[in-house]
């Protein structure tokens, strides 16, 4: 799953059709001082980098291909593991930058997609479908890429003692694998859902 290109070029094309007035300089900025802070460690311009390689490939699945990019680049733009808010905060983001910039039309929907990788209720649309298996797309990695992931996770949960992380990640490991499909598009189905539930189950058994 090698990292796409989240490049400022990409990200001014982009705005230039779905925010045409915004400051598409100023918001590339910010968004990569957010996604390089120092804290992070999974969640990165490396992580969206690869969503929109995963995407570049599955482009004709989209119904808005421009709301579903611009999902995948804001999805974690603000993110901390100590709060509980951060997709809801990202989505105000994009939200924000959205209807600054001449793009309020797209503002909701974009909102909801990035809302959609809370992982928590079922996708309402297919483009939320999209991004949520983009954005699980990492549990059906390599054997080596799977465990770096799963060792990222674990840098940007440090303040976590051992006992407590080790049982909050089982269980959330264990809802995914239970998950009946875990990807919702056929595309991402037959590409990934073997390969995952392989490392979902390797990983319940080597806490």
Known sequence: MSAGPATRERWRALLSRIAPSADAGHAYDALVAAY????????????????????????????????????????????????????????????????????ERHAPAVERLILATRHRDEPDTGDAALVRDIDLAILAAPPAEFDAYERAIRAE????????????????????????????TRHFQARFDSRARANLRRSRLNP
Do not use: I, M, Q
């Not at 997709?87 to 924000?96: C, I, L, M, Q, Y």
């Not at 440090?158 to 919702?184: I, Q």
């Open 36 to 103: 390089t802070s120092p804290e992070r460690h999974y969640h990165t311009l490396a992580h969206v980098g690869a969503c929109l390689s995963l995407f570049d490939g599955a482009r004709e699945l989209a119904g808005d291909a421009d709301e579903v990019e611009l999902a995948l680049w804001l999805h974690d733009v603000v993110y901390t593991s100590r709060a509980s808010d951060n997709e809801e905060r990202s989505a105000a983001w994009a939200g924000a930058l959205l209807r600054d910039g001449g793009g």
């Open 157 to 184: 949960y440090a303040w976590v003692p051992d006992a407590d992380f080790r049982r909050a990640r089982a269980e959330l490991l264990s809802g995914f694998l239970a998950r009946k499909p875990l990807y919702l």
